[in-house]
């Protein structure tokens, strides 16, 4: 069975520091790797995916991913968060089948 | 243009009741879903349907009867409410390539007392 496990519930952080909000796959095939955003009383939004070719993946706002098959991880990062960046964000996994897995999430919060 | 939208916003009824939540994307996709968010974020797939044809049905009561009339819109009706179907329903749609990514409406609050 696919899984996504995101250990992080929560990450609080201040403005203007690096953050990395971890996410590990559990899968037998292919994977394909999504990071999703979700901002209050909203719905999700796709922030990067990885499908194949290069491991590192960037969105335009500064956030990247790292696809490592040897540690079934995808972890996201970003160098300096900003206020906006408070947000709940969501790691996902696509196995072909036309159904997206999500993990449990991970509240980031970024105080001043 | 709202991509994916979802009627209503927020719904609030009692026990026993009877709903429908609407969703309509113009987005041209073949592929729409719904999704559950319980009250710890926590994101599960209920149904998908790929042009007006179930794909996935996901261990759902059978209380919750999706319909799609054609292929821009997916609708869940909920028979007979119970306290533990109160969460945030999500339709989303995607190209009959899913590894494009998904669209996702704004939810449904669904608070059932």
């Known amino acids: 069975a696919q899984s996504v496990t995101q250990l992080d519930s929560q990450v609080p952080v201040f403005e203007e520091a690096p953050v990395e909000l971890r996410c590990n796959y559990s899968?037998?095939?292919?994977?394909?790797l999504f990071w999703y955003v979700q901002y209050p009383n909203q719905g999700l939004q796709l922030l990067l995916k990885y499908l194949s070719g290069s491991t590192l993946v960037e969105s335009i706002n500064g956030f990247e991913a790292e696809f490592n098959k040897s540690q079934t991880s995808f972890h996201l990062r970003k160098p300096s968060v900003h206020i906006s960046d408070t947000a709940e964000y969501f790691c996902?996994?696509?196995?072909?089948?036309?159904?997206?897995?999500f993990g449990t999430g991970t509240r980031l919060l970024v105080s001043p | 243009d709202t991509a994916v939208s979802q009627t209503p916003k927020y719904l609030v009824t009692q026990m026993g009741n009877d709903k429908s939540i609407k969703c309509e994307q113009n987005?041209?996709?073949?592929?729409m879903y719904w999704y559950k968010q319980d009250s710890k974020k926590f994101l599960k797939i209920m149904f998908s349907?790929?042009?007006?044809?179930?794909?996935i049905n996901e261990t759902v009561p059978n209380r919750f009867s999706p319909k799609s009339p054609d292929k821009a819109h997916l609708n869940l009706h909920i028979n007979s409410l119970e306290l533990g179907d109160s969460a945030v329903y999500f339709c989303?749609?995607?190209?009959?390539?899913?590894?494009?990514?998904?669209?996702f409406g704004s939810g449904t609050r669904l608070t059932v007392v």
């Open positions: 899968s037998s095939v292919s994977v394909y």
């Open positions: 996902a996994l696509n196995t072909g089948f036309q159904k997206l897995v």
């Open positions: 989303a749609s995607s190209p009959r390539d899913s590894l494009r990514g998904y669209t």
């Open positions: 987005l041209g996709h073949d592929t």
């Open positions: 349907y790929n042009n007006k044809e179930l794909i």
